[in-house]
């Protein structure tokens, strides 16, 4: 939250991530939600933003009163913006006698009000914020979850975005290099897990702290893990190379790879479109998969020239011919014996 004054305007921005439902600032006199008047606002299913004055009568659904209050509201009418994954509500009190030390009441749910009628909050907290200091204190709780989503996309990109990819990459066009190839794609392979790991243990951190309601990224982050893990464990439960179910394991090792790659830069986009993210982050992902593309297009003619020369050569190849069988010497010199003596000559 951060605020201005100016004589007996105090102009008031609240900020806070946002999927779904309403986010809320509640001005009480003890810190309890009886009794307080709070500035509310969401997103309606069309797409509207709306921001309302509620007055808090009682903890019934019945007893929180729309467009009532005692918030000093200026002729300024309040307004609600949105930017990527964050909402942000701006109102402005007018008031003789300056705001001190003030109980303030955040609230948040995911469900978006009906008719102006409030649903229960998800979760709420309360704080007493210092009006009288000369600038509005940045909240650290608040950095602290800009830092953890910040620090969720990173490790994500560097392991689902790079190190699995190219770990792929070692596994499809360095096979003439056995048993480097297979010691480099463990090794690889094993190190963006880790990452991916990572990854998760920080959205689930991020979800238990934003609640925020985002099925599709959730969801394929989740299926894009069951398969890395699956991928793990095929590492040790590989066949010898002799086994009937050898070339069965390679099709599922190599296409549930594909797979998982796939969905994973899918979400990683939808990642950064929930998070709102910059042109600097999506320029800069649009960069890592131009590379890999480039690199596996590069690989994948040369592989196929290479192919190409092999069976040219097999085609070129002719064995030595056999002479024809030649007949006896004698057969000419039994030709020029006369017919009388050819027909005695078996007597």
Partial sequence: ?????????????????????????????????????????????????????????????????????????????????????????????????????????????????????????????SIIFDFSSVAGPQDPASDGLIQMRRNHGIVGIIGWGLILPVGAIVARYLRHKDPLWFYLHSVIQFVGFAFTLGTVLLGIQLYNNMHAHIPAHRGIGIFVLVLTILQILAFFL???KDSKYRNLWNLYHSWSGRMALFFASLNIVLGMQAAGAGSDWKIGYGFLVSIIIIAIVVLEVLAYLKRSEKRSLHASFQMDSVPDPSFPNNFSKVSNVPIQAQAGYGI
């Fill in 1 to 125: 939250m951060r605020y201005t004054k100016n004589g007996d305007i105090t102009t008031i921005i609240l900020s806070a991530p946002y999927t779904v439902g309403w986010v809320g600032i509640g001005f009480s006199r003890n810190s309890s939600m009886v009794g307080s008047s709070a500035m509310v606002g969401w997103i309606n299913k069309h797409g509207h933003t709306k921001i309302k004055q509620f007055y808090l009568k009682g903890k019934k659904q019945s007893e929180v009163i729309a467009g009532k209050g005692e918030l000093p509201l200026n002729t300024v009418s309040p307004a609600v913006a949105t930017n990527g994954a964050e909402i942000y509500l701006a109102f402005q009190l007018k008031t003789e006698i300056p705001y001190g030390k003030q109980p303030i009441l955040l609230a948040f749910s995911t469900k978006t009000p009906q008719n102006h009628h409030l649903s229960n909050h998800d979760d709420r907290t």
């Fill in 238 to 240: 590989r066949p010898n």
